[in-house]
């Protein structure tokens, strides 16, 4: 064996010892590289999404980007007028369109969205964040929602004082007799 044959033997041990090495050279170690599994379901939702010039319901694009659990209640929200688009309210079957402003009401919160890709069915969280650019206003904190009238966990059964003034926050006391 001359020095080449060596040095070709000494690479090939390299590359199956060190996944890192390929016979393309070193792995790209980028943090801002998209990931492959990522880039593959972009890919096939792409494929499965509406051709060119074809648009989509606005019930069924959010309800595929994530913004609701289930179609219906995507369709449900458009019809109680908790979903605009481009300021105006909508109904379920509204086309929507790349460069469309979406906001949907949820719990006293409203998210913010602009179309960035069409898509009609259901893709995961990572490849539905990139079909939309969100510019909702960050979320209100946990404590100013908390309901009123909750018990730390062990504290036992309530007295009848702490009972009475648990109904006062829940406004039993104050309202009318109950019964006939």
């Known amino acids: 064996m001359d020095a080449k044959d060596t040095e070709t033997d000494t690479a090939t041990a390299t590359d199956l010892r060190d996944p890192a090495h390929t016979a393309s050279g070193p792995k790209d170690t980028d943090p801002k590289a998209p990931d492959p599994k990522v880039a593959a379901a972009v890919a096939a939702a792409e494929a499965a999404g509406p051709q060119s010039g074809e648009t989509v319901r606005i019930d069924s694009w959010i309800w595929s980007v994530r913004l609701v659990k289930t179609r ?3 369709a449900t929200a458009c019809r109680g007028g908790h979903v605009r688009v481009n300021g105006e309210r909508v109904k379920p079957a509204h086309s929507v369109r790349v460069g469309d402003e979406v906001r949907v009401r949820q719990e006293g919160w409203e998210r913010i969205v602009v179309v960035k890709r069409l898509i ?37 059964r309530p007295t009848k004082r702490d009972r009475r003034e648990l109904e006062r926050l829940r406004g039993m006391l104050g309202g009318p007799p109950e019964g006939p």
Request: aromatic share 2%; with cysteine; charged share 25%.
């Open 72 to 74: 219906s209640m995507g």
């Open 120 to 156: 009609r069915k259901r893709v995961g969280a990572p490849v539905a964040a990139q079909c939309y650019i969100d510019k909702s206003p960050p979320p209100p904190p946990r404590e100013a929602v908390a309901p009123a009238g909750i018990r730390d966990r062990g504290t036992g």
